[in-house]
């Protein structure tokens, strides 16, 4: 069993910065592949980034390319997202996911593990 757990959410103005983490926990062998989704009120959960253990390849959603970015350090077991230029249809719930599987998914049905999310909030 993996799990996992966010930290760095909060209240931001439009323009300003927050980055998030993701410490996973127990069988984090099969934490090949972590990523993050985000969820807003009322809307399905979407793809936010991804990334390998080996070689740190990584994939974003085109909506936050150019803004976030997504690293991992694997002596940590830990995932993090900079988010910078944050806009008001950035808030979210962002949640962070894990999966064993070699492929980076860009749907929620892609992943095994998941966080139970931290608030995001930018406003006007």
């Known amino acids: 069993q993996v799990e996992l757990v966010e930290s760095g959410g909060g209240l931001v103005q439009a323009g300003g910065s927050l980055r998030l983490s993701c410490a996973a926990a127990?069988?984090?062998?099969?934490?090949?592949?972590m990523g993050w989704f985000r969820q807003a009120p009322g809307k399905d959960r979407t793809f936010v980034a991804a990334?390998?253990?080996?070689?740190?390849?990584?994939v974003h959603a085109d909506s936050v390319k150019g803004r976030f970015t997504i690293s991992r350090d694997n002596a940590k077991n830990t995932i993090y997202l900079q988010m910078n230029s944050l806009k008001p249809e950035d808030t979210a719930v962002y949640y962070c996911?894990?999966?064993?599987?070699?492929?980076?998914?860009?749907?929620?049905?892609?992943?095994?593990?998941w966080g139970q999310g931290t608030q995001v909030t930018v406003s006007s």
């Open positions: 127990g069988r984090t062998s099969n934490t090949f592949i």
């Open positions: 990334i390998t253990r080996i070689g740190g390849r990584s």
């Open positions: 996911a894990a999966d064993p599987r070699l492929r980076i998914g860009l749907g929620p049905a892609d992943y095994t593990y």
